[in-house]
């Protein structure tokens, strides 16, 4: 079943054309002229166009022209009781797909009509494939094949179709232009410029109106607003998804040092990159690295978890870490406080005070 527009002004040739298809369960929009075809074409997405070539409003021409500009793979049938060499050269050379004179035998429309669209399908489909193949020549920029890379080249390919904003982090070296530049090569700007900024080569004043953009008049020299390269994110292009009961419980337990902007960009990234068709906890790793980071009692904090963690309490780190030490200073000195004090260089009282501050047990003075 496919959807077929009609377009003719006269009435009576609608209806019989309307019957006609309707015998292959096509579903029928009908236009009596130039005009509404293109208001049908622009609502909506047709799988063929059977049009006349005389209209008042104009010609049969200027609803394939329409129809080429919205949607190139849809097929368009002439259909005219004028037909002549020169027209179907012309519409032939403008894209037409067929061409049926008046009057017509019913068969022949119906068969005419069925190929349009077949047409218009196989022409959909080696689009979705090109597309595939591209993504796939664009991620394949990025070599090696551990789990690591395999995961980046995964996604690549799941953020490059969306507008997402994208941040990518790493050494000097390791390969970060090389996937901005495919996830750019998978993307649908792939035909627009790829434009790498060296940041160092700014003042930190220029780097700010170059990135963000400013105002008319925000300071001397600036008399025009000017966009920067940085751009919101609008239509992410992605399936809606839910958020699970526990993937709520998971963001209200975090205390969003970042506000507004870091819970933003979390329910983003868990859009763009979760494999399923609900979102839950575990679609929030910097929330579970940053746990993780709060919760480590013994001081033991890498600089990984600092790399992985986009987003840490601070206070909660340090107080673990001090009493951490504390614990190791004492488990060292055989809960002797005064050879902890020493060994941490602290004074009696100020030990005296961690220990009560952080709960810490003592065996001996």
Do not use: W
């Amino acid at each position: 079943m496919s959807r077929i527009l009609i377009v003719d002004d006269e009435r009576n040739m609608r209806k019989i054309l309307t019957a006609n298809l309707a015998q292959d369960k096509h579903v029928i929009t009908e236009a009596a002229g130039v005009a509404e075809a293109r208001a049908c074409l622009s609502a909506s997405q047709f799988d063929a166009v059977i049009t006349d070539q005389k209209m008042p409003d104009g010609e049969g021409l200027d609803v394939l022209a329409c129809a080429r500009e919205l949607d190139p793979t849809l097929s368009v049938v002439f259909l005219t009781a004028f037909a002549t060499v020169e027209l179907a050269v012309e519409s032939m050379r403008q894209g037409a797909f067929d061409f049926i004179t008046k009057p017509f035998q019913p068969d022949v429309v119906r068969a005419t009509a069925n190929r349009a669209c077949e047409h218009t399908e196989l022409l959909r489909e080696n689009d979705l494939l090109k597309l595939a193949v591209d993504r796939l020549e664009g991620s394949a920029d990025v070599f090696g094949n551990s789990p690591a890379i395999r995961a980046v080249r995964e996604m690549i390919a799941r953020v490059a179709p969306t507008n997402a904003t994208v941040l990518i982090t790493g050494e000097t070296g390791t390969g970060k232009e090389l996937v901005a530049r495919a996830i750019h090569k998978s993307s649908p700007r792939v035909q627009k410029p790829f434009i790498p900024v060296n940041c160092a080569a700014f003042t930190e004043t220029l780097l700010e109106s170059e990135l963000f953009g400013h105002e008319k008049g925000a300071f001397t020299g600036a008399e025009r607003m000017r966009q920067g390269l940085f751009e919101a994110a609008r239509d992410l292009k992605v399936p809606l998804r839910r958020i699970s009961k526990s993937g709520i419980e998971k963001l209200a337990s975090y205390d969003f040092p970042g506000n507004i902007r870091e819970l933003r960009n979390l329910i983003e990234r868990a859009m763009i990159l979760s494999a399923s068709t609900e979102i839950g906890p575990d679609d929030f790793p910097i929330i579970v690295e940053a746990e993780n980071i709060s919760a480590k009692g013994n001081g033991d904090l890498s600089l990984y978890d600092f790399q992985r963690a986009e987003a840490v309490n601070l206070r909660e780190v340090l107080d673990n870490l001090e009493k951490g030490l504390i614990v190791r200073a004492l488990k060292a000195s055989d809960g002797v406080q005064a050879e902890a004090a020493r060994r941490l260089h602290l004074s009696r009282s100020d030990l005296a005070y961690k220990l009560a501050k952080y709960e810490i047990k003592a065996d001996r003075e």
